[in-house]
C-alpha cells in the first residue's frame, strides 16, 4: 500500500507536478488541478455517450450504478466534495479513472449522468484502499458520496467483480494516464464550476445542509 504514490514521483515529474500530484496535495487548501481535468475528460465523455446512445436509439446496460434520473450536483462538484472529505492522496483519482476504464472496458457499460457519480465514488474508495496507507471506511465514504452504507457495500462488490479484482496499476499505466490527462488540459475546454462546499450530515436533506440534498437519485 502506498508504493505506487512514492514510485510516480519518477514518472514525468512536470507533469506530476503540474496536475498536483505531489506530497503537498494534502496540505494545500486549494483542489489539485488533476481534479478539473479529470471532471472536464469525465465531462464531455458523458456527453459523447449520451449523445451517441440517443442518436443511434440504443439502449443502454442497466447496472447497480444507474439511478432513476440524473443527480443534481455536477461531475465537478461531486468529485471536489470526494476529494475535500476524502483525504485521499491525488494521485487516488488517477488511478480511480484507469478502474472506471477498465470496468466499461469489462462491462460494456456506456458513462453517462446516470451512473458515473456512483463509479466515481466507488472506484476512488477501491483506490484509496489499494493505494493509501491511511483511508476512511464504507460507512464515511458512504456519508461522503450520498448514499447508504449498505448500497456503498454493494457498489464496492459489484465494481471489484467487474474488473475481475484487477486492482494493480503499474507505474507505466499510471504514467501513461498523466501525460493523457495533461494532454487533456492542453485542448480541451475547462468547464468551470462553482465548488459546492458542504458538511457531512447523517442526511442530506437536513436544513443545514439542504444545497446538498438528494445528490445521488434513487
Request: charge should be neutral.
Amino acid at each position: 500500500m502506498g508504493t505506487l504514490a512514492i514510485e510516480t514521483k519518477s514518472v514525468g515529474s512536470d507533469i506530476y507536478i503540474s496536475l498536483g500530484l505531489n506530497d503537498l496535495g494534502k496540505e494545500n487548501p486549494e483542489f489539485p488541478r488533476v481534479l478539473s481535468v479529470l471532471s472536464s475528460l469525465l465531462e464531455r465523455s458523458v456527453q459523447r455517450n449520451e449523445m451517441l446512445l440517443e442518436n443511434a436509439q440504443i439502449k443502454d446496460v442497466f447496472t447497480i450504478f444507474h439511478g432513476s434520473r440524473a443527480p443534481s450536483l455536477g461531475i465537478r462538484q461531486y468529485i471536489d466534495r470526494i476529494f475535500k472529505y476524502s483525504c485521499c492522496s491525488p494521485s487516488c483519482f488517477v488511478v480511480a479513472y484507469i478502474y472506471v476504464e477498465r470496468y466499461i472496458q469489462q462491462t460494456n457499460v456506456h458513462l453517462t449522468n446516470l451512473n458515473v457519480h456512483r463509479l466515481l465514488i466507488t472506484s476512488v474508495m477501491v483506490a484509496a484502499k489499494f493505494i493509501d496507507d491511511a483511508f476512511f471506511n464504507n460507512a464515511y465514504y458512504a456519508k461522503v458520496g450520498g448514499v447508504s452504507t449498505v448500497e456503498m457495500n454493494r457498489l464496492e462488490m459489484k465494481f471489484l467483480f467487474g474488473l475481475d479484482f484487477r486492482l494493480h496499476v503499474s507505474v507505466q499505466t499510471f504514467g501513461k494516464y498523466c501525460s493523457q490527462l495533461e494532454k487533456e488540459a492542453a485542448v480541451g475546454i475547462q468547464i468551470e464550476r462553482p465548488i459546492l462546499a458542504c458538511g457531512i450530515k447523517e442526511s442530506w436533506s437536513s436544513k443545514d445542509d439542504s444545497s446538498c440534498s438528494s445528490t445521488i437519485a434513487r
